[in-house]
Every structure is written in structure tokens, then in C-alpha cells.
């Protein structure tokens, strides 16, 4: 893989939201400081993981047009679906739960969505962060008004402890050593 996108919403005020999770694993991935490229509607860092530089991309559009920039900057550096890792939240996963898989459908994310039809495929690798689902965690909030709402406190424990998880098993994962990474990341 040679593209790590973190989806989320630009700006301080999201910052804290559960729909930045993306962001916050590429934050901790990030081995430059983030530069703002405005062709690609992104702010672009670099990582050296398991032994080569990745780039790191954190869409400035909001997350239902991740897309754009995405697909912008695929297309220029010939960058093939196959070869990009998307990080993102996910409502059918309780908090801190984590799942590691290539292509499949967007599941309702309007971000992946977006992403799948800039790209013209859904090939592109996806690890998804449990943030749970409202009604599962018994509170009377659309989805909407969730995702833009930061965790409640133990939420947030659990997802930065598969932040953590994640940013270990990245070597493996970008290694090719997908299944073993896999059973560690889907087993916790």
C-alpha cells in the first residue's frame, strides 16, 4: 500500500468528533509534519513504515466528498485502488472495535461512498474503527447528530486503545502479513 487516507472533518470544531477517527490514527502515523496541498483539497505528511515512506492523506473536503480528494491525488501519483488503505469510522462496530478488509461496500459511509466512486472501484483497503451505533449504546441521538459528537469517556479509552493497536500492526499490515495482523486486530 502506498496511500494511507485517515477520513474526517476538516476544521478545530470536529476535531474531537467520532467521525475523525481516521484522522487521529494518520496523526499518530505521521512522521513529518502535515503540508496542505491544495490541488488535492488535502493536508499530505509522510510515514516510514516497515522500512519505506508512505504517504498520508487527510482529506480537507468534508467527509461526504473525501473522494475528490482522494481520487485527485491517486490519479496524479498513479496510485491504483489495490494500493490504498482507508481508516475510517464505523457505527456497526461497537467502540474500539476493529476490522481489516479489501473492498466490500460502503456500508451506508458517505465518505467510502465518495471514495468508491472518484476511484472507479472498491478495491481499496479499508480498516474500520468501531464508534458504535447510538441505539446500541442506548442513547437517543440520530446517527447524524452522533458521528459529530465527541465519545463519551470510556468510548474514547477503547478507541485509543485500537489506536494504539492499529499503529503497532501497521508494519505487518504493509508488509502483506494481512491475515496475521487480522487475527490480531479482529481478536481483541
Given at each position: 500500500?502506498?496511500?494511507?487516507?485517515?477520513?474526517?472533518?476538516?476544521?478545530?470544531?470536529?476535531?474531537?468528533?467520532r467521525h475523525n477517527v481516521g484522522f487521529w490514527v494518520v496523526d499518530r502515523l505521521a512522521s513529518t509534519g502535515w503540508?496542505?496541498?491544495?490541488?488535492?483539497?488535502?493536508?499530505?505528511?509522510?510515514?516510514?513504515?516497515?522500512?519505506?515512506?508512505?504517504?498520508?492523506?487527510?482529506?480537507?473536503?468534508?467527509?461526504?466528498?473525501?473522494?475528490?480528494?482522494?481520487?485527485?491525488?491517486?490519479?496524479?501519483?498513479?496510485?491504483?485502488?489495490?494500493?490504498?488503505?482507508?481508516?475510517?469510522?464505523?457505527?456497526?462496530?461497537?467502540?474500539?472495535?476493529?476490522?481489516?478488509?479489501?473492498?466490500?461496500?460502503?456500508?451506508?459511509?458517505?465518505?467510502?461512498?465518495?471514495?468508491?466512486?472518484?476511484?472507479?472501484?472498491?478495491?481499496?483497503?479499508?480498516?474500520?474503527?468501531?464508534?458504535?451505533?447510538?441505539?446500541?449504546?442506548?442513547?437517543?441521538?440520530?446517527?447524524?447528530?452522533?458521528?459529530?459528537?465527541?465519545?463519551?469517556?470510556?468510548?474514547?479509552?477503547?478507541?485509543?486503545?485500537?489506536?494504539?493497536?492499529?499503529?503497532?500492526?501497521?508494519?505487518?499490515?504493509?508488509?502483506?502479513?494481512?491475515?496475521?495482523?487480522?487475527?490480531?486486530?479482529?481478536?481483541?
Amino acid at each position: 500500500m502506498k496511500l494511507i487516507v485517515g477520513l474526517g472533518n476538516p476544521g478545530s470544531q470536529y476535531a474531537e468528533h467520532r467521525h475523525n477517527v481516521g484522522f487521529w490514527v494518520v496523526d499518530r502515523l505521521a512522521s513529518t509534519g502535515w503540508a496542505r496541498e491544495a490541488k488535492f483539497k488535502a493536508e499530505l505528511a509522510k510515514a516510514r513504515i516497515a522500512n519505506a515512506d508512505r504517504w498520508l492523506l487527510k482529506p480537507q473536503t468534508y467527509m461526504n466528498a473525501s473522494g475528490e480528494s482522494v481520487g485527485a491525488f491517486a490519479r496524479f501519483h498513479r496510485i491504483s485502488a489495490e494500493e490504498i488503505l482507508v481508516i475510517h469510522d464505523e457505527l456497526d462496530l461497537p467502540p474500539g472495535g476493529v476490522r481489516l478488509k479489501q473492498g466490500g461496500g460502503h456500508g451506508g459511509h458517505n465518505g467510502v461512498r465518495d471514495i468508491e466512486s472518484h476511484l472507479g472501484s472498491p478495491n481499496f483497503w479499508r480498516l474500520r474503527i468501531g464508534i458504535g451505533h447510538p441505539r446500541s449504546l442506548n442513547l437517543n441521538q440520530d446517527v447524524a447528530d452522533f458521528v459529530l459528537h465527541a465519545p463519551r469517556q470510556e468510548e474514547q479509552r477503547a478507541i485509543d486503545q485500537t489506536i494504539d493497536a492499529v499503529v503497532q500492526e501497521m508494519p505487518a499490515v504493509l508488509q502483506g502479513e494481512i491475515t496475521a495482523a487480522q487475527r490480531r486486530l479482529h481478536s481483541r
